[in-house]
Structure formats: C-alpha cells, structure tokens
C-alpha cells in the first residue's frame, strides 16, 4: 500500500505563490506516474496536475496551465507542486495519488486519499 501525506498549504494573498509537498511511501514511488488533485467546498474532486514516474512528462488541468508547475524527486519519494499567480478560484484542499498511467483526469488513481493540504487564496 502507498501512504501520501500532503503538506504545505496555507492562506495566501491573491498573486501569491505556494509550494505543496506530497511525500509518498510503501510501494515503489518511481515506478508510478503522480498527480495533483482538489477539491473545492460543495464540488468534486478535479484533476490539477500530473507527473510520469521519470519525471520527464507532465500535463495540467487549463485552468493551472502557465501558473502550476508539478516536479518530483525520486530519491526523497516525493513530489511537488509550485503554485504562481494564485487566484481565489484556486482556494481548495488539495491532495496527491499516483496513477497507473499520466492521464489529465482522475483515472487511474489507486491510493488511499491523504488528509490533503488545505489552500485558501484571498482577493
């Protein structure tokens, strides 16, 4: 089983930037594509970002494009979210999960869901 604890999030101007972490453990980390995922209050979870287990592809939600950047290091099993330019639409918790293969939804998700990092952006 892969246990995933989020941290980093917090309140932040609109403009502002945040960094989350998400550090994985259990099964092999490198082996598995990651991604970022949130949820807002009274909506769904969403796909927001994705990495493959190299690193060397990525792919994001339109609506993070340009702001987003996801990133991992395999050596520390963990991967990464820089968040630019944050807008109170991005106010959400936000949590990881690997997938079976990149994909820019919420398929292929497989873990447990971590506590997740609260975000919240203010105007």
């Known amino acids: 089983q892969v246990q995933l604890v989020e941290s980093g999030g917090g309140s932040v101007q609109a403009g502002g930037s945040l960094r989350l972490s998400c550090a994985a453990s259990?099964?092999?980390?490198?082996?598995?594509?990651m991604g970022w995922f949130r949820q807002a209050p009274g909506k769904e979870r969403e796909f927001v970002a994705a990495i493959s287990w190299s690193g060397g592809s990525t792919t994001y939600a339109d609506s993070v494009k340009g702001r987003f950047s996801i990133f991992r290091d395999n050596a520390k099993n963990t991967v990464y979210l820089q968040m630019n330019s944050l807008k109170p639409e991005d106010t959400a918790v936000y949590y990881c999960n690997p997938q079976r293969r990149l994909v820019a939804t919420m398929e292929g998700t497989f873990a447990s869901w971590g506590q997740g990092t609260q975000v919240t952006v203010s105007s």
């Open positions: 259990g099964r092999t980390f490198s082996s598995y594509a």
